[in-house]
Structure formats: structure tokens, C-alpha cells
């Protein structure tokens, strides 16, 4: 078990709709980062947030975006979705520092299946 | 830009057999490398790192070494296992970047008792 945790497991919806998912980084890990995994893509970095303000950006569409709260959990909202959407949503923590690397964290991921 | 190039899957082997999986990448600084491993249904959890040239990460019989040289961090373990079986990613991460992680591929090892 990494620490981190991300809700839900699965998630089912239709193409149009928007989603919510939720991630809480390991306790005192102030970055948080989201991934998408994919057939077609791999696994691609779409964003970064450190201690609530967005610190790098990737490959993530305008149809998404991502916040971290004041508690430190984050949650990436993702709209008008396509089927090329259906994907493994990860989020991993990590302490951060600008100087140094800081081992990342995995949760579990979300799965997202768009019909 | 950064990337990762890892071989492609999937890798078939018996147990105890000899294991490479091979890694190159392109970074614009002097990144850290990663292998991350990923068993079915799960999430990613790091093998092993390396944060300098000639350093070499071993973990769990796995090793790699950081070889700026030829641009590489090969995976290697002398003796896979049934449990090996799993996804490997290899992956760095540019200190001038924000250290988010660029990944390669991933490669599926398949291992046969």
C-alpha cells in the first residue's frame, strides 16, 4: 500500500458527461501528480500541483482540469467526454523539493470507461 | 524534449532464466532514472532508481546502471521468477522540469515455470 488513495475504482459513463476523480497524496506529501494510461498513449503525465498551486503542465486536453485543495487532496474533472477518454487515471504524491528528487507515489488509479 | 525507449513486449522466459530488458532516453538535463513495475489490476511501484551517471539501482535481484555514456539504463536480473511476471516501465524525470516523470513503453514479462 503506497498511501495514496483514489476514488472510485471504476467509473462508467457516457460520452458528454463530466467526471470527477478524487485523489488524497500520502501524509505530508505537499505534490501531487496525475497520469493517464492508455492503449494507444501509454502512460502520459497530464499534471503537477504543489501544496495547491499548479506547478507543471503535460499533455492534458482543455476539456480537463485538475485543483488541489487546501488539505492537500486533489481532484482531476474530466467533461464533454469522448471514448478515446476510457483510460487508467493515476495520481501519485510525492514530498518535493525543488532541488531534489523526490520518490513518486502511486495509488491504484481509476478506471474510466466511457461508453 | 524528453523521452524513453524501452524495448517491446512481451518478453517470454522460463524461470531462472537470464533477464534483459532494455532502456535508452533522451533527456535535456541530467535526469534521474527509474524502472517501475506494474503487477495486473495494480498500480505503479518503483523497482529501482538511479540519480548519476554510473549509479547503479538494484532491488528485489533487479539491477541498472546509469550509463550516460550510451544514453541507457538497461534492466537486468539474473534468475526471473513466476512473480516477475508484471509490466515494466522504464522512466526519468528532469530536475529543471517540475520532476514529473516522462515513461517509456512498457514492456510485458511473461514467466513460465
Known amino acids: 500500500d503506497s498511501g495514496v488513495t483514489q476514488t472510485p475504482k471504476h467509473l462508467i459513463t457516457a460520452t458528454g458527461q463530466r467526471v470527477t476523480l478524487r485523489c488524497s497524496p500520502r501524509?505530508?506529501?505537499?505534490?501531487v501528480y496525475w497520469y493517464q494510461q492508455s492503449l494507444d498513449q501509454g502512460l502520459q503525465f497530464l499534471i503537477q500541483y504543489y501544496n495547491g498551486e499548479e506547478r507543471a503542465k503535460g499533455n492534458i486536453l482543455e476539456r480537463f482540469s485538475a485543483q488541489q485543495f487546501p488539505d492537500l487532496h486533489s481532484e482531476l474533472n474530466l467533461s464533454s467526454l469522448e471514448l478515446g477518454d476510457s483510460a487508467l487515471y493515476f495520481c501519485?504524491?510525492?514530498?518535493?523539493?525543488?532541488?531534489?528528487?523526490?520518490?513518486?507515489?502511486f495509488g491504484p488509479g481509476t478506471r474510466l470507461t466511457v461508453l | 524534449g524528453n523521452s524513453v525507449t524501452q524495448m517491446e513486449g512481451p518478453v517470454t522466459l522460463s524461470e531462472e532464466a537470464f533477464l534483459t530488458i532494455n532502456c535508452t532516453y533522451t533527456?535535456?538535463?541530467?535526469?534521474?532514472l527509474f524502472w517501475y513495475v506494474q503487477y495486473p489490476g495494480e498500480g505503479l511501484q518503483l523497482l529501482l532508481k538511479?540519480?548519476?551517471?554510473?549509479d547503479k539501482g538494484s532491488n528485489k535481484g533487479f539491477e541498472a546502471t546509469y550509463r550516460k555514456e550510451t544514453t541507457s539504463f538497461h534492466l537486468e536480473k539474473g534468475s526471473v521468477q513466476v512473480s516477475d511476471s508484471a509490466v515494466y516501465f522504464c522512466?526519468?524525470?528532469?530536475?529543471?522540469?517540475?520532476?514529473?516523470?516522462?515513461f517509456g513503453g512498457g514492456t510485458r514479462l511473461m514467466v513460465k515455470p
Open positions: 501519485a504524491s510525492s514530498l518535493h523539493t525543488d532541488m531534489t528528487y523526490n520518490e513518486q507515489f
Open positions: 501524509s505530508g506529501d505537499l505534490s
Open positions: 538511479a540519480t548519476k551517471a554510473d
Open positions: 522512466a526519468l524525470s528532469d530536475n529543471n522540469a517540475g520532476n514529473m516523470l516522462t
Open positions: 533527456a535535456t538535463g541530467y535526469p534521474s
